[in-house]
RNA sequence: GGCGACGUAGCCAAGUGGCUAAGGCAGCGGUCUGCAAAAUCGCUAUCACCAGUUCGAUUCUGGUCGUCGCCUCCA
């Protein structure tokens, strides 16, 4: 079966080939650690995930890597000179290094909860800053870069490709920028991006610095991308996730630096995860949905929904409800509606797991059916309605002979659900007797017995299903 | 202002130029059941609106309305 995969490139769906057989060099777009990650950040996480499981699930080994930008970036207004990290510092009085690195954390805390398979490579932008020079130095020494007073800058205009990722022209960019006050007179055209800022002027204070041939200053926002990638995963990467926010600005700057730099395609398939906007939230707030955000008053982290009873599985669950370049709609009633669908997923894996039984033929046609849905662009909504196509027929047919396909879906699914069954399935003396005694109990239809039983069951977190063949039970947790 | 995306049942959504328009959740009505739960069966969509192309459009084209995103650090 082949894989396809759409290439933001080309705008188009795209059989997957790797440059090395059996092997996919994989580069994911990281979070700037200057907050706590929101849901819609991590959902692209997810994304992500999948991609890499299905590159796996279809025999890839899948190097991956990941960057953390804790260089703090400017804020939105770029006269300011603060920086946003520096914000949250002095907010909080605490050192700016502790904040990055603190955030980092809680961010990787986040990923691991959401079952996200970690990076082979967690990179930090602060530790690779003589690669960013580098890279800086050989963009001078092939024409691409200009220093001024103030800063170095990528000069746009020598690199005819700059446009090709973002579909964008120039002419557009530059006439949208006309009005924007341009900060240093010396740039030469408004499209032109830093590649390291002095620590002078309006960043004199800045607390990040390190020495450059340019002066001592601090890397600009998109060189540790390319620095790191390249250096972790070669100059030339097979995929390069990101948020589609990454498609206009970040990624076309990654691109003219590192093509600029080595003058070889830097990647071969660019994959972009859309956003997650946020429906109504409350009925008498008149939030139009919208895309969350740090500014946006509708920002929800993954501990949130956490406190507020749901599973971290349960939102990983919500997300495959929904195509990766679709737009998802979140409201809590489709947050509930995630948390019930996995429960009684989890609940049929122990079903399964208790009654068990060789697996049919008819499995086969789910099968397919679920690999054809990942291959086609990680079609997740169609892959979960194989998911639940199967568990129907296994219920209607009582043919539970469908573990293996289920773990083995599981293993692009990422919902634990081996784990969950075994561990609602673990055996224990006391629980068999209780179970046996109140089977007795039914069979002298003492059902006042019987409902203690149960009761007392329930206190120790089992749940009971009487069938004909006899009584399953599973651990609620 | 410029560029782009989207509008499918109560909610989240997949999909297709023509067979019964996936799946989940919620709801209603049956079956099963000592109770409970689960399971199962059935029901719930003129695919935003208008026009065009076509033998035939939800799917293609144009327009209207609405929503959203990007153009600035942001998944």
Redesign the pocket.
């Known amino acids: 079966m082949s894989l396809n995969l759409y290439n933001t490139l080309t705008r188009r769906k795209e059989e997957f080939t790797s440059i090395e057989p059996g092997k996919v060099r994989m580069y994911t ?4 650690v200057y ?1 706590y ?9 997810i994304f992500a995930d999948v991609l890499r499981r299905t590159l796996e699930y279809f025999g890839y080994e899948v190097p991956q890597v990941m960057n953390v ?1 804790d260089v703090g ?6 006269d300011s000179g603060e920086d ?1 990290m520096e914000l949250q510092a002095e907010k909080e009085g605490r050192d700016i290094w502790d904040i990055a690195r603190y955030f980092e954390d809680v961010f990787f805390d986040d990923i691991e909860k959401l079952n996200i398979e970690p990076p082979n490579v967690r990179c930090r932008a602060t530790e690779h800053i003589d690669e960013m020079i580098e890279l800086v130095k050989k963009l001078f020494a092939r024409g691409h870069a200009y220093e001024t007073a103030q800063a170095v800058y990528f000069d746009v205009t020598t690199f005819p490709k700059y446009t090709e990722l ?4 120039l002419e ?2 530059m ?3 006309r009005d ?1 006050v341009q900060e240093d007179p010396e740039k030469r055209n ?2 032109d ?1 830093a590649l390291w800022f002095k620590a002078i002027g309006r960043f004199e204070h800045h607390i990040m610095r390190w020495e450059s041939p340019w002066g001592v200053g601090f890397p600009g ?2 060189v540790e991308c390319s620095a790191m990638s390249m250096k972790y995963l070669g100059e030339t990467l097979d995929i390069h ?10 990624h076309p700057n990654e691109i003219a630096q590192s093509e600029g730099a080595t003058g070889k395609k830097f990647v071969r398939y660019w994959m ?6 946020v ?2 939230l409350s009925v008498d707030e008149d ?10 008053g509708n920002f929800l982290r993954l501990q949130t929904l956490i406190d507020k009873g749901y599973d971290p599985l349960a939102y990983r ?2 997300c495959f ?3 990766y ?7 809590w ?2 947050m ?10 989890k ?2 894996a122990a ?1 399964a797991k208790q009654i068990g039984g060789e697996e049919q033929p008819w499995v086969a046609e789910h099968r397919k059916k679920f690999e054809e ?1 990942i291959a ?2 990680l ?4 892959a ?2 194989a ?3 199967l ?6 047919r ?1 043919e539970y002979g469908v573990l293996e396909a289920l773990y083995k879906f599981d293993e692009v699914l990422g919902l634990n659900l081996r784990e969950s069954a075994e561990k609602a399935t673990i055996a224990d003396a006391e629980i068999d007797n209780l179970i046996k005694e ?1 089977e007795n ?2 069979a002298e ?1 003492n ?2 017995r ?2 203690e039983l ?1 009761n007392q069951l329930a206190e120790m977190g089992i ?6 063949s006899g ?2 039970w599973r651990r609620s947790n």
């Not at 990650?37 to 996480?45: E, F, K």
């Not at 996730?241 to 970040?250: K, L, M, P």
């Not at 972009?272 to 906007?277: E, N, Q």
Request: charged content about 30%; some cysteine.
């Open positions: 777009c990281g979070p700037t907050n990650a929101h849901i819609g950040n991590l959902r692209s996480y930008t970036h400017l804020t939105g207004d770029v946003k973002s579909r964008q022209s557009d960019k006439t949208a920028a924007e408004p499209a991006f926002w998109h996730t990101g948020g589609e926010d990454h498609v206009w600005v970040h972009h995860g859309a956003f997650l906007v429906g109504k939030d139009e949905e919208r895309r969350m955000g740090k500014s946006e669950y919500l409800s929904a195509h370049r679709a737009k998802l709609k979140f409201t009633e489709s509930d509606a995630a948390a019930s669908g996995y429960e009684s997923l609940d049929f079903r849905a086609d662009d079609n997740m909504p169609q979960l309605a998911v639940n196509e568990i129907r027929e296994a219920d209607r009582k109140r109990a039914r239809k059902w006042q019987a409902d149960r749940v009971l299903e009487d069938t004909p009584t399953l």
